[in-house]
């Protein structure tokens, strides 16, 4: 991308004229990538747009509550939030292939916002943040790494038309975009975070209980990075389908093993994983292994390639 304010201009152009008069509602996840896409799209059609954040139950601890504020608060668009946790477990309910958990997650997001556009009148199209790795690694080049919410979970009967107006550009290049257009740094610099959220981060079946466990070690471990100060470009806890025996209050416990990932990139089709301080590591393995359920802790010391960044 040669030049950011060019290729605003060209982007709101385009959805001017996709749009007409229809209305658009907006996938918002909170992410910086969809952040950008509401406001390229709020800018070229101001009012014709409603953004809607569907609240899966698989965002990390306090999110669903931090986008409400902050979208509100610095966007002044109207967010209309949407409760589906309990579905979105149902929906999950003894499913373990990671592929068929990103179908289910993706189609159900897609359904939820087709039942509520349906409330609300009359939507013809749907903003979406995919961006250009989401397309790629969904196999337009003939490989499957892993199906991306935003591409391959759409399902065959989808009534919306799609506005994509960053899936031509990297992660990088969608931070500029963003900076170009206002959006504070910290919502600029925001981790990423997946589309199909903790539902991924779980092996195995998503359960209400494992659920709220990899929120409370997610959180701990997030804690103990802003607490040193460390600037990390993604950093996450993954809940591993292994139990493993151990000891509290002199008794055998058998619990879960979390697992921590800290990786380093620029784009997100590398990446190196990060040196963290002992300190750091020791600190958050003593904040979560307190956490009920958990009963030890690793650190994930691969880069990608071989891996990716996370575990499913
Ligand atoms: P992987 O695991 O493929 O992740 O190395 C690369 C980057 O993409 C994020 N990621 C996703 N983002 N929808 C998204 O919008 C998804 O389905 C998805 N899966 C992974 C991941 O967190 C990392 O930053």
């Given at each position: 991308m040669k030049n950011i304010n060019q290729f605003i201009e060209e982007q709101i152009d385009a959805i001017r004229k996709t749009v007409g008069r229809g209305k658009v509602l907006c996938a918002l996840s909170g992410g910086v990538d969809s952040a950008v896409t509401a406001l390229l799209v709020h800018r070229a059609v101001g009012d014709k747009l409603l953004c809607m954040f569907i609240d899966?139950?698989?965002?990390?601890?306090?999110e669903p509550e931090e986008v409400a504020a902050t979208f509100g608060r610095h966007f002044g668009i109207p967010l209309q939030t949407v409760r589906a946790g309990d579905r979105f477990l149902e929906a999950l309910k003894g499913v373990t292939d990671p592929e068929a958990k990103r179908k289910i997650i993706g189609n159900l997001f897609i359904r939820v916002f087709e039942e509520e556009a349906e409330k609300l009148g009359d939507f013809a199209f749907l903003a979406q943040g995919t961006i250009y790795p989401d397309i790629i690694e969904s196999?337009?080049?003939?490989?499957?790494?892993k199906t991306h919410h935003n591409v391959?979970?759409?399902?065959?009967?989808?009534n919306f038309e799609l506005i994509e107006p960053?899936?031509?550009?990297y992660k990088d290049e969608v931070r500029a975009v963003g900076r170009a257009l206002g959006l504070p740094e910290p919502v600029v610099n925001r981790q990423p975070f997946p589309g199909p959220g903790l539902g991924i981060r779980i092996i195995g079946e998503v359960t209400a209980e494992k659920l709220a466990i990899l929120k409370e070690a997610d959180a701990a471990f997030r804690e103990v990075i802003e607490n040193n100060n460390l600037s990390v470009w993604q950093y996450f806890a993954v809940l591993t389908d292994i139990k493993t025996v151990g000891m509290r209050d002199g008794e055998r416990t058998y619990n879960y093993t979390i697992a921590l990932r800290a990786v380093d990139s620029t784009d997100a089709m590398t990446a190196e994983w990060v040196r963290l301080p002992w300190t750091a590591l020791e600190a958050a393995t003593q904040k979560i292994a307190r956490?009920?359920?958990?009963?030890r802790v690793v650190y994930d010391i691969t880069a990608k390639p071989p891996a990716t960044i996370e575990w499913e």
């Open positions: 899966s139950g698989l965002m990390r601890k306090g196999g337009s080049d003939g490989k499957l790494v391959g979970g759409l399902p065959e009967n989808l960053l899936k031509t550009l956490i009920p359920g958990v009963g």
